[in-house]
């Protein structure tokens, strides 16, 4: 399964972005899709994550209530929805895809290989 993500850029703070994702090379309908994301210096994080079937999404508290996950099974694709940006979301954002995604995972299956994200002040 390759994971191709896309939507990164320059933005303002209090802005907003929409990260795509896209799989291929393999079906992703039955597995969690989310987003991980690392800063300069910092280890990655996770960010959010979303069951095959909708009925179960994660986030991290530092993005609950600003960031949105979907996802599209019928093209295998997921989506965040980041409003209210701000600075310290400046980041690398990836894409990953597992049978579990939750707070606090380390280890992935698959890995998309990233899209910048950069909030200014």
């Known amino acids: 399964v390759q994971l191709q993500a896309f939507g990164g850029g320059l933005v303002q703070s209090g802005g907003h972005l929409r990260l795509s994702c896209a799989s291929s090379g393999g079906t992703v309908s039955n597995y969690f899709m989310g987003w991980f994301r690392q800063a300069p210096g910092k280890e990655r994080e996770f960010v959010a994550s979303?069951?095959?079937?909708?009925?179960?999404?994660y986030y991290a508290d530092s993005v609950k209530g600003r960031f949105t996950i979907s996802r599209d099974n019928a093209k295998d694709m997921v989506f965040l929805q980041m409003n209210t940006l701000k600075p310290e979301d400046t980041a690398v954002y990836y894409c990953a895809s597992d049978r579990l995604l939750v707070p606090g995972q380390k280890n992935v299956n698959y890995w998309g290989q990233g899209t910048q994200v950069t909030v200014s002040s």
């Open positions: 979303i069951r095959w079937n909708e009925l179960m999404t």
